[in-house]
């Protein structure tokens, strides 16, 4: 009994000081999603950490899907939890989702790398670029591949 008292207590300490299940810091992660200057509803946006030098271990990846206004509020250890990202470097992947629009959408392509940083509200705004015939192939293949499964 005094075993599980203990490791309540512990989880409870490392969810208010920001920090998540496993340990690894979060700091609050939102942003924009715009494809040609309009925002894009019902995309899928990851935060995926990268390690860096010695760190072999660096977190659980994010995620939040898109509002009507194309703003995303990433959750990484609570599903909606919007607890933010793992501090540190990451690679930014966004997916179709229930997206509508001509731009391109890979959520195993990387959109671009950006650091979270503690202490403050992290902001990105995420421009997608038009698609190109060859994305259009590529999102194709992988939309089969699914339904293949």
């Known amino acids: 009994m005094k075993n599980i008292l203990l ?4 989880i409870t300490a490392s969810l208010v000081v920001g920090c998540g299940p496993s340990g690894f ?3 609050k992660t939102i942003g924009v999603v715009k494809c040609q200057g309009q925002p894009v509803a019902g995309a ?7 390690s860096t030098g010695d760190k072999a271990l660096v977190g659980k990846q994010g995620f939040s899907f898109t509002d009507a206004e194309g703003k995303f ?3 990484t250890y609570t599903p909606n939890g919007k607890d933010g990202a793992v501090i540190g470097k990451h690679r930014v992947r966004v997916g179709r989702g229930d997206a509508k629009c001509n731009c391109a ?3 195993e392509v990387d959109l671009m790398q950006v650091e979270v940083k503690a202490g403050v509200t992290n902001e990105f705004n995420l421009d997608l670029k038009v698609a190109t015939q060859a994305d259009k192939q590529r999102e194709a293949m ?3 591949d699914e339904e293949n499964e």
Do not use: K, L, W
Request: glycine content about 4%; proline content about 9%; charged content about 15%.
């Open 7 to 10: 490791i309540v207590v512990g």
């Open 25 to 27: 810091p979060t700091a």
């Open 44 to 50: 899928m946006v990851y935060f995926e950490p990268i």
């Open 73 to 75: 509020d990433i959750s």
């Open 105 to 107: 959408m890979n959520e």
């Open 142 to 144: 992988m939309t089969d």
